[in-house]
């Protein structure tokens, strides 16, 4: 899974900063994308990630001001590469041209990536409060997973479209 993190002996305080860490490179990558994409049109796949990178940013703050009643001001510990793309989009997963479905699928892909590895994290984890921080991480993951695809379902025709090429 993640070899440089020892699941069985995490404290709560790790547990909370693996997840803090991970929210924050959703949020920077969904931000980067919409950032590349620009946005063209209401509910264009630049708006989905930006809606994306501002759910993640909510969450991580959440987590943030758990973290910080808990611990204070102690520094996160847990190191963001040792957690590469845990729920962030996959780096070359955006086309200039991307249809609002194909915006849709990234991050679907992305929140299942995300429950696959709380699920997978749980097998490991011995302490309770950390098993119950995880099952709610995994279980909000799967909410996400739902949600987006209710959205994939009322999408309209033309959000399958990809752009055509202006030139």
Do not use: C
């Not at 990558?29 to 993640?56: C, V």
């Not at 915006?103 to 490991?124: G, H, I, P, T």
């Amino acid at each position: 899974m993640f070899p440089n993190i020892n699941f069985s002996q995490l404290t709560l305080m790790d547990a909370l900063d693996i997840a803090i860490v991970v929210e924050i490179e959703a949020f920077e990558r969904y931000t980067l994308f919409n950032e590349q994409l620009g946005h063209r049109y209401p509910e264009d796949a630049a708006d989905i990630f930006r809606k994306m990178a501002i759910s993640e940013k909510k969450h991580g703050d959440e987590l943030l001001e758990k973290r910080h009643a808990l611990f204070g001001n102690t520094p996160i510990s847990i190191n963001k590469d040792a957690l590469f793309d845990v729920e962030a989009p996959e780096m070359g997963a955006i086309r200039w041209n991307m249809s609002p479905f194909k915006a849709f699928q990234v991050v679907l892909a992305s929140e299942e990536k995300a429950f696959d590895f709380y699920n997978e994290a749980l097998s490991y984890v011995t302490d309770p409060q950390i098993n119950s921080l995880f099952t709610e991480l995994r279980d909000e993951e799967q909410e996400h997973i739902a949600m987006i695809k209710h959205f994939i379902s009322k999408l309209p025709p033309e959000a399958y479209e990809d752009l055509d090429d202006e030139d």
